[in-house]
């Protein structure tokens, strides 16, 4: 981080985002259920491959968020998302990304918006990324369990639990904050 903050203009403030990708689609997540002992609570099965993916990324210290539902992984819609982060970043700060190491993160065709700095997170370790949480709970509560019809709904599933997120800040704080992270 101070090599980070030794490259920026002083008293410039730092946000800590994180980033990541999930792929949603109609071969989907079954969540915990309850169930009697000794039965078996049924669950809907889609067998049909169409899914997006939803990149995400949030910064728990201020409780926001930047995301977008796309149809690829690729280094383009990293660069999509790289800009829409780069809008959610506050005027005059600079944003320090945290994020994993796949391939479209460090892409040669990779833009960079000049108000933001990656980091990558070392390899194999999904376990330091708060936005992994981020995913559970949005399958838990409100995309895993369902069919979905077409790919149009998909998309529009995706857009509303991005966005019902969004509008909860204490939820990115809860599932974001890492105490080892914030004292950077």
């Not at 509008?167 to 080892?180: A, D, K, Y």
Request: hydrophobic residues 40%; neutral net charge; aromatic residues 8%.
């Amino acid at each position: 981080m101070s090599v980070i903050r030794a490259r920026l203009p002083a008293g410039t403030p730092l946000e800590l985002w994180w980033q990541d990708e999930a792929r949603v689609g109609q071969k989907n997540t079954a969540p915990r259920r309850w169930a009697r002992k000794g039965r078996r609570p049924s669950a809907p099965k889609d067998q049909r491959t169409a899914s997006a993916y939803i990149f995400g990324a949030i910064c728990p210290e201020k409780g926001k968020g930047a995301g977008l539902v796309l149809p690829r992984c690729d280094s383009e819609a990293m660069n999509l998302h790289l800009v829409e982060i780069s809008r959610s970043v506050a005027p005059s700060a600079h944003a320090v990304l945290i994020l994993d190491g796949a391939g479209w993160h460090t892409a040669h065709d990779l833009v960079v918006p000049d108000n933001i700095t990656l980091l990558p997170l070392p390899p194999c370790t999904p376990e330091l990324n708060p936005v992994e949480n981020v995913w559970q709970f949005m399958r838990d509560n409100w995309l895993g369990d369902r069919i979905f019809d077409t790919y149009e709904d998909i998309l529009d599933q995706c857009c509303e639990a991005w966005n019902k997120l969004i509008v909860q800040p204490w939820t990115i704080m809860s599932l974001g904050l890492r105490e080892w992270a914030c004292r950077l």
